[in-house]
């Protein structure tokens, strides 16, 4: 089921009359969501996530904006009638209730023609719990389960009712690191096997960006940018977006531009084409940098992180926005790490730069 958002905007009035407080937590969100995707929606704590969610289930009315599930506009719906599975952070079991009086639980409400029988009741509760491989815990109480297995219990809850879109909100929150690996997986393996449209709320990019077909990028309830997470990656719009997404994160620098060169403080590093003279913010991605005798970047060399595959250079700079930078080198290249400085080149495609008051991308043509 493709899900389409026109306009949609919340505000919500401030407590106090006197002052005007009120928040805009989502502001004219506008994307069709693709029929059978996966889409992670991702951004900073309190930038809108959660209300855009609300909306789309039908929790929270929207105070202006259009929703619709295909072609149908559900705007006005409530949310038992739009055929949404929820599943929160806090996985919100019924703690006295079995597992599989919990997954039931949905069921039971039914009512008309989606109404069924004992059997028929039973038979789909054993199916979503085999669907996320808990069938084997059908008689325990929550108490009696490990939170991986709790959140998959809630997650069969949401399934049961074979709903045409699925929304998570930070579904993986609650769970340890390892467990978070192994269940976002299990997440996406479900999504491609049900084909259910999925929206997975998350402030956590790698997360996002590892079990998205499309990701979107919000901040203070606008969203910034919409694209698969490869793309968005390697042609950010904007510095928060560049900043939001990659692990370790991109390098930020003080640079100008003159004469079609780009300067990182004094250190003259690359032709840029097409760009007036002007200072900038300069990012540079942490696998942008070439270790090269003949490299324009000068840096202090602080020292070498060997990861296997790669090497972490953690090394300073005067320009230097953060405390540190660190380049992702691969292993083969040697650094002498008895030298006081590291001297690099640039990959233009992994340089980008911003606008120093508007923080928007700035493009340029390499030579
Ligand atoms: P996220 O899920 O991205 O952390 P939310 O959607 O929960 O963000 O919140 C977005 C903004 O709206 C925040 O500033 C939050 O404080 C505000 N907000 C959320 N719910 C309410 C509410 N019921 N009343 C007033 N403000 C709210
Ligand atoms: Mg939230």
């Given amino acids: 089921?493709?899900?389409?958002?026109?306009?949609?905007?919340?505000?919500?009035?401030?407590?106090?009359?006197?002052?005007?407080?009120?928040?805009?937590?989502?502001n004219d969100f506008t994307f069709t969501i693709p029929d059978g995707k996966l889409i992670g929606l991702l951004g900073p704590s309190g930038c809108g996530k959660s209300t855009t969610l609300y909306m789309i289930s039908g929790l929270q009315k929207p105070?202006?904006?259009?929703?619709?599930?295909?072609?149908?506009?559900?705007?006005?719906?409530?949310?038992?009638?739009?055929?949404?599975?929820l599943v929160f952070q806090n996985y919100a079991l019924y703690p006295h209730m079995t597992v599989r009086q919990n997954i039931l639980f949905p069921l039971q409400n039914l009512?008309?023609?989606?109404?069924?029988?004992?059997?028929?009741?039973?038979?789909?509760?054993?199916?979503?719990?085999?669907?996320?491989?808990?069938?084997?815990?059908?008689?325990?109480?929550?108490?009696?389960?490990?939170?991986?297995?709790?959140?998959?219990?809630?997650?069969?809850?949401?399934?049961?009712?074979m709903p045409s879109v699925l929304l998570l909100d930070e579904p993986l929150s609650n769970l340890d690191a390892r467990l978070r690996l192994q269940?976002?997986?299990?997440?996406?393996?479900?999504?491609?096997?049900?084909?259910?449209?999925?929206?997975f709320v998350t402030h956590d990019q790698e997360e996002a960006m590892s079990i998205s077909d499309m990701i979107v990028v919000m901040k203070l309830g606008l969203v910034q940018?919409?694209?698969?997470?490869?793309?968005?990656?390697?042609?950010?719009v904007n510095l928060f977006v560049a900043k939001f997404l990659g692990t370790p994160p991109i390098n930020v620098f003080d640079g100008r531009v003159e004469n079609g060169r780009l300067y990182i403080g004094?250190?003259?590093?690359?032709?840029?084409?097409?760009?007036?003279?002007?200072?900038?913010?300069?990012?540079?991605?942490?696998?942008?940098?070439?270790?090269?005798?003949?490299?324009?970047?000068?840096?202090?060399l602080n020292g070498v992180e060997i990861m296997g595959r790669d090497v972490s250079v953690v090394s300073t700079h005067p320009a230097s926005l953060n405390p540190v930078i660190r380049s992702i080198?691969?292993?083969?290249?040697?650094?002498d790490t008895s030298a006081e400085t590291v001297k690099y080149s640039l990959k233009p495609h992994k340089v980008f730069l911003f606008n120093k008051e508007t923080e928007t991308r700035i493009y340029f043509e390499v030579k």
Wanted: aromatic residues 2%.
């Fill in 1 to 26: 089921m493709k899900v389409v958002l026109q306009n949609l905007t919340k505000v919500f009035p401030g407590r106090n009359k006197k002052v005007n407080e009120e928040v805009v937590a989502v």
């Fill in 329 to 335: 080198i691969n292993a083969d290249n040697k650094i």
């Fill in 225 to 236: 940018q919409i694209g698969r997470p490869q793309d968005v990656y390697d042609d950010p």
């Fill in 111 to 161: 009512r008309g023609k989606d109404k069924l029988n004992k059997n028929e009741m039973l038979e789909r509760a054993q199916k979503a719990a085999a669907l996320v491989q808990i069938d084997n815990l059908m008689d325990r109480k929550p108490s009696e389960l490990s939170g991986g297995q709790q959140q998959r219990v809630a997650i069969a809850r949401a399934l049961v009712k």
């Fill in 183 to 199: 269940t976002r997986e299990e997440i996406r393996r479900i999504q491609k096997e049900t084909g259910i449209t999925t929206i």
């Fill in 63 to 85: 105070t202006s904006g259009k929703i619709f599930f295909g072609d149908d506009d559900v705007t006005e719906l409530s949310a038992e009638s739009r055929g949404v599975g």
């Fill in 266 to 300: 004094e250190d003259e590093v690359m032709k840029v084409k097409g760009v007036e003279d002007q200072p900038v913010t300069v990012g540079i991605r942490p696998e942008g940098f070439t270790p090269d005798s003949k490299g324009r970047l000068v840096c202090g």
